[in-house]
């Protein structure tokens, strides 16, 4: 009995510290966040206007969509996007599943995916079209 208490702890400290892990980067972990079809100059400019540490950014390639689950939020730039069904189909279920995805100047209406709420629609887009930093 004396050697099952021991066993019973170092379970009981385990199970404690994987939830703690797992709360750590659902609420408290920072914040990232995926560039589409964006600029290397538009990039560089939302890049230096982050001071905030908690925030990362990334510039991902269609061919990439399978990754969006490492992300937080993925804003993509439609104008000029030339994405196989395949990966928009990846995309879209990404953004089924919870993703917040947002797309401007989207040319190809079916390259359109937005799952966000309108207030956060509107936010995004007014700091994406506010030019400069």
Known sequence: MKQKIPIIWAGVILLAVLLGVAAWNH??????????NYQATTLGQIA?????????????????????????????NGMGLRITAEERAALQRAADRGLTVITTMATNPANEIISADSATLAAVKGYLSGGGR
């Open 27 to 36: 609420w408290f972990s920072a914040t990232r966040i995926a560039f589409v």
């Open 48 to 76: 230096r206007a982050n001071d905030h540490a908690r925030i990362r950014l990334a510039s991902v390639e269609p061919s990439e969509f399978d990754r969006l689950g490492h992300y937080d939020v993925v804003l993509m």
